[in-house]
């Protein structure tokens, strides 16, 4: 089964060990759950790291990317509940992704995520595309062990409209990014499959400069509607 939509917010974040256990009751309770409930917006996940920093990630899927720039959605990041604003405030860590997905080829529910992180030439983008939807993504999720695949594009505008909105601070991005996600259930099957794809060597003709960044993490938890 694909995604489920073709937009997607993706958050790292880290806290303290002394905040860690009120963080993750957050999350479980109140925040994903509230995520899921806003329009446009279907399943959300959050991961642990096993082979990457910072120590947790989720994914939020929704219908498109613009679903995270619309009023709603703002007017959310502008009021967050009392706990929110509590929690919030003692990250540590907090990088903020939202996705317009390019290449989609998963089709089930994996315990292990691997995520790289790199950026190509715009001018590429097609081929990168193509290159991911034709031959990549199909070989890689071919192995023992791996459920799928899919690849967003950072979509700069939706990324610094909390900016516009001054509802949300954080560091304004001026690349575009792009995300590759690498569903399974063997944490050794995953890492070694994407780290064998994604090599630098494989990504430059698409203009990537710089080795991508490979990470790898545990299902935490889920839920959808």
């Known amino acids: 089964m694909p995604l489920l939509g073709k937009g997607m917010l993706i958050t790292l974040t880290e806290v303290s060990a002394r905040d860690e256990r009120d963080y ?20 959300a996940r959050r991961y642990v790291a096993v082979r990457a920093t910072p120590k947790y990630l989720a994914t939020y899927e929704c219908d498109t990317v613009d679903d995270l720039a619309t009023p709603a959605y703002l007017d959310r990041l502008a009021n967050q509940t009392p706990w929110s604003q509590s929690v919030m405030a003692r ?54 062990g791996l459920l799928g695949a899919a690849v967003g594009e950072n ?25 590759a996600l690498v569903e399974g259930t063997d944490v050794a099957a995953v890492g070694a499959a994407t780290r064998t794809l994604f090599t630098q060597r494989r990504l430059r003709p698409f203009g990537v400069e710089i080795a991508p960044t490979i990470g790898t993490w545990r299902f935490l938890f889920g839920n959808q509607r």
């Open 155 to 179: 979509d700069l505008e939706v990324a610094h409209a909390p900016l516009q909105d001054k509802s949300m601070d954080h560091p304004k991005a001026e690349e575009a990014e792009w995300i």
């Open 91 to 144: 990250f540590t860590h907090f990088t903020r992704f939202t996705l317009r997905i390019q290449a989609d080829r998963t089709h089930g529910v994996g315990g292990v995520l691997a995520t790289v992180r790199f950026v190509p030439d715009p001018r590429r983008r097609k081929a990168l595309v193509e290159w991911l939807s034709e031959q990549a993504l199909p070989k890689l999720i071919a192995r023992p």
């Open 24 to 43: 993750n009751e957050w999350y479980n309770r109140e925040h994903i759950d509230e995520r899921v409930n806003l329009p446009g917006f279907h399943r």
